[in-house]
């Protein structure tokens, strides 16, 4: 089945430094590559997303890559704020629509 | 507006007791899914189903069952609470034809004591 890794577990950075998180998946047949947000006592939301045909996305702030070779996406967050806290999860779909989930990463943004 | 909806927000019932957990979507989607989260950690599935009078069994042994009589309704039943249990447990829904993405609930945070 789907296996998806996520690295770091944690991330601390200054307010205003950038933010990387990245993520593996085992199953070649993945064609899409959502991001959540889960800020502390609600529901994850997706804040970004990528298919399996496109190589960067970028919405303001926040961006994702994909290789498909190496079978890793990452999630950059640049000039961070303190709002950026919160644990963000990675996630890849298979064709069925079932998705497999990374642990999660907590970032802390100081200000 | 469109959601999907948890009830309730909050819950702490004693040990033994049996309880539903409540998830109902207005967006129509095929594929609906329980999550059980400690705070700010690892997603876990312990059901999912892909329509009417589907239901399946997750990656995380549970004690619970679920049912999925109407497309919009996918209740989740403890039979004997455990403080073990003692969770957030999230439900999501998406759509199997043309969506990828999921949709959370708000979530349910259970204390059993």
């Known amino acids: 089945g789907e296996n998806v890794e996520q690295h770091p577990s944690t991330l601390s950075v200054q307010e205003g430094d950038s933010a990387v998180i990245k993520c593996t998946y085992s199953?070649?047949?993945?064609?899409?590559f959502p991001w959540y947000k889960q800020e502390l006592g609600k529901r994850p939301q997706l804040i970004i997303d990528i298919r399996s045909n496109v190589g960067e996305k970028k919405d303001q702030r926040i961006a994702v890559t994909l290789n498909k070779t190496a079978k890793h996406f990452s999630l950059h967050i640049t000039e961070t704020q303190p709002e950026d806290s919160a644990v963000y999860f990675c996630?890849?779909?298979?064709?069925?629509?079932?998705?497999?989930f990374g642990a999660g990463t907590r970032l802390t943004v100081k200000p | 507006e469109a959601d999907i909806y948890q009830t309730p927000r909050y819950l702490v019932i004693g040990t033994g007791k049996k309880i539903t957990l409540e998830c109902s979507q207005t967006m129509g989607h095929d594929k609906m899914y329980w999550y059980q989260q400690d705070p700010g950690m690892e997603l876990h599935l312990i059901h999912y189903?892909?329509?009417?009078?589907?239901?399946e069994k997750g990656d995380l042994s549970s004690e619970s069952t679920v049912s999925r009589i109407r497309t919009e309704h996918f209740p989740l039943t403890l039979e004997s609470a455990r403080p073990s249990h003692t969770s957030q447990y999230l439900c999501?829904?998406?759509?199997?034809?043309?969506?990828?993405?999921?949709?959370f609930g708000s979530g349910t945070r259970l204390t059993v004591v």
């Open positions: 199953d070649s047949a993945s064609n899409y």
């Open positions: 996630a890849a779909i298979l064709n069925n629509n079932d998705m497999r």
């Open positions: 189903s892909y329509g009417v009078n589907s239901t």
């Open positions: 999501a829904s998406s759509d199997y034809a043309s969506s990828y993405g999921y949709t």
